[in-house]
């Protein structure tokens, strides 16, 4: 039953992450646009696909591939082979990246596009190696020590010059698969490997050098996929690229058969098997250790099959028709600033909710001790992306072409890493892949399709790749520009302030504790002051278990005998004496844990007023205890309790 609760949470937040994208579309459908979609009802069975395949999933990775990835990782760093590190590092990016699923949407949207000419699996198979070759390239940097920025320039440079050789066909779709690759799969393990390599390696800072291995798998898809491009174009016979005409008024849902499932389930395990077979291969042929909870991993893998499939059939139907439906619609109003609008909207709102760029803020802001703020941060994300995505539609509205645009935005980019903090631009380089999300990313690139479609003069193939791209680089430049801002603020770590604030706000009140080492008292803030008073007053913790139903009484006793603030947390208790199982236990949340920390001179009354309120040692149901503590610091008091506290001491003296 943990793993079942486990799933129900995932759930819950697969389905957060399209409320977002269904606020949007619904404001747009209904208050601007004025109809209901086309197909609505598939529409809307293929966003529940969706969320319950991303969730399938992600149990799926949580208990079958991360687990496993990363102790090979750990192994790895420990045993300090360079050779095993690297051949690693690339295998896991290669495999990483096969099963991302919405590469595996595109690169099947880009050749039915292209007429049959770029072959979505050896596409797949070009941005897989790339991603591979650009985390062994990150990782032997990260060993190495050597700065990121010079990567990244060379790196932009190399994009920007196989733009002038790569046929106009492949540029957008080169510029938007690198920011594909970094999504579901991919972000996690691959930020964990980073900032784990760097906190294991002497000399190197987790926040300097263990970001930036995201950076790196964006990039490296843009030089080998227009690299692919001019091959394809120039050496292998095809017939000639005819314009598809997408009708995306029409969008035909998928039908849903017995041959079809079964031929979509058998195309995800030759995707996934890459991953299984290098796991296998190095824990039993490099390491020559077995799998801990082989069934537990191989049941994890057969949940990322399915959800796998469900997510990209959901797509198929849910956001792939309902983009290019709305694509439509919008460009039927002659009015293009809803469209820059819906662009802007969409941009923002999936990205303020997007788990994996959740997780890198919580990371920066740990790693900086608090200097990088992990809101401000995702909004500074969140405005680069939609100012990014509303670029991006104008491009396709106006038919400019799309490396003139990347040029600029890599050269300001260029221009910021000389200016920003250094302890930013990892960061920043990161954001740019953390953004494009597997929801996201079907529903911008069916945008760019659909415009392309139907606005006259513009080609699906040529105009229609590139929104993806400009979502993935803006937050490079609006992350860089967040650093230089909090750098002229001159914004302090946690550490910093709570030096400062020791420093210049303890106070000694009445002298009467002078000569004392601080650490042996009890800091306390003043209600409604920004003073803090140093004094030896010991304190206890109190710590009451009690049914959900009793909490109330609980509280208003503990108030009535003196206690000023609680700390409420939920609790389920069993006995062990005959539990067999651990793992099948469904235990209920039907207890609460209350938590006062006060001083010790009122944790008699405390608890003597809670048992009998509650009546604990006679028919009453519950537990209450308490714990002495030293060193306290952080509680707030009022002043009257501080100043009786100093009477009752000198009253001593006195005496």
């Not at 819950?12 to 109809?35: C, G, H």
């Not at 590190?85 to 699923?101: K, N, Q, R, V, Y």
Request: glycine content about 8%.
């Amino acid at each position: 039953m943990t793993h079942f609760y486990f799933f129900l949470r995932l759930l819950k937040e697969s389905f957060r992450d399209l409320v977002p994208i269904v606020i949007v579309i619904l404001f747009f459908q209904l208050a601007i646009i004025q109809a209901v979609p086309t197909h609505w009802v598939s529409t809307s069975i293929g966003l529940v696909i969706v969320g319950v395949g991303l969730a399938i999933f992600l149990q799926g990775l949580e208990i079958g591939i991360f687990p496993v990835g990363e102790g090979l990782a750990r192994d790895f760093a420990k045993s300090g082979s360079t050779i095993w590190i690297l051949i690693f590092d690339f295998m896991i990016g290669f495999g990483t990246t096969i099963a991302e699923p919405a590469l595996a949407v595109i690169a099947d949207k880009a050749a039915s596009i292209s007429n049959g000419r770029i072959d979505s699996t050896i596409l797949r198979f070009v941005v897989a190696g790339s991603v591979g070759f650009a985390i062994l390239l990150g990782v032997f940097r990260i060993i190495k020590g050597h700065p990121i920025h010079y990567y990244i320039i060379a790196g932009y440079l190399a994009v920007v010059s196989v733009t002038f050789f790569a046929p106009k066909e492949i540029i957008g779709l080169a510029y938007d698969l690198g920011g594909v690759t970094t999504s579901t799969v991919t972000v996690p393990l691959v930020a964990a490997l980073g900032i784990g390599l760097a906190s294991t390696i002497k000399g190197r800072n987790p926040i300097i050098d263990g970001f930036g291995l995201i950076a790196f798998a964006s990039l490296t898809p843009m030089i080998f996929v227009q690299i692919y491009g001019i091959y394809v174009y120039n050496f292998v016979e095809a017939s000639q690229v005819a314009k598809v005409a997408i009708e995306a008024t029409v969008s035909v849902p998928t039908d849903i058969t017995a041959h079809s499932v079964a031929i979509g389930l058998l195309s995800v395990v030759k995707d996934v098997l890459p991953i299984l077979a290098i796991i296998f291969f190095f824990q039993y042929a490099i390491l020559k250790k077995k799998i801990d909870n082989l069934k537990t991993v191989l049941v994890g893998f057969a949940l990322v099959i399915i959800g796998l499939y469900a997510f990209i059939l959901g797509l198929e139907m849910g956001l792939f028709s309902l983009g290019e439906s709305m694509a439509y619609q919008l460009t039927q109003m002659n009015n293009v600033w809803i469209i820059y609008a819906f662009a802007f909207a969409i941009g923002f709102s999936t990205t303020m909710a997007e788990p994996a760029l959740m997780a890198i803020a919580k990371k920066a802001k740990e790693i900086s001790d608090g200097k990088i703020n992990d809101l401000t941060l995702r909004l500074f994300v969140a405005f680069g992306v939609a100012f990014g995505i509303a670029l991006g539609a104008f491009r396709i509205v106006d038919g400019g072409h799309i490396h003139y645009y990347i040029i600029v935005g890599y050269a300001i980019v260029i221009a910021l890493t000389f200016i920003a903090p250094k302890d930013i631009i990892p960061i920043a380089y990161d954001s740019g892949g953390v953004t494009t999300s597997t929801v996201t990313v079907p529903l911008v690139a069916a945008l760019g399709i659909g415009l392309a479609t139907n606005i006259d003069g513009r080609d699906p193939l040529l105009d229609g790749f590139g929104l993806v791209a400009f979502a993935s680089l803006f937050p490079m430049i609006t992350v860089m520009a967040y650093g230089i801002i909090a750098d002229k603020l001159q914004i302090k770590t946690d550490t910093q302030i709570a030096e400062e604030d020791e420093q210049k706000d303890t106070m000694k009140i009445h002298g009467s504790l002078e000569g004392v080492d601080d650490m042996t008292l009890s800091t306390i803030n003043l209600d409604a002051t920004n003073l803090r008073h140093s004094l030896q007053l010991e304190f206890s913790a109190v710590v009451v278990i009690v049914p959900k139903g009793k909490k109330d009484d609980a509280l208003h006793a503990a108030k009535d005998a003196g206690a000023s603030g609680v700390t409420i947390m939920n609790a389920s208790g069993m006995g062990l004496n005959e539990l067999d199982n651990f793992y099948r236990h469904s235990p209920e949340e039907t207890d609460v844990v209350l938590l006062f920390i006060v001083p010790s001179a009122i944790v008699d009354g405390i608890i003597k007023e809670i048992i009998k309120k509650l009546h604990i040692t006679t028919s009453g149901d519950g537990i209450a205890f308490c714990v002495p503590i030293t060193h306290m610091k952080g509680i707030s008091l009022r002043q009257e309790d501080i100043f009786e506290k100093e009477v009752e001491e000198l009253k001593k003296d006195k005496k």
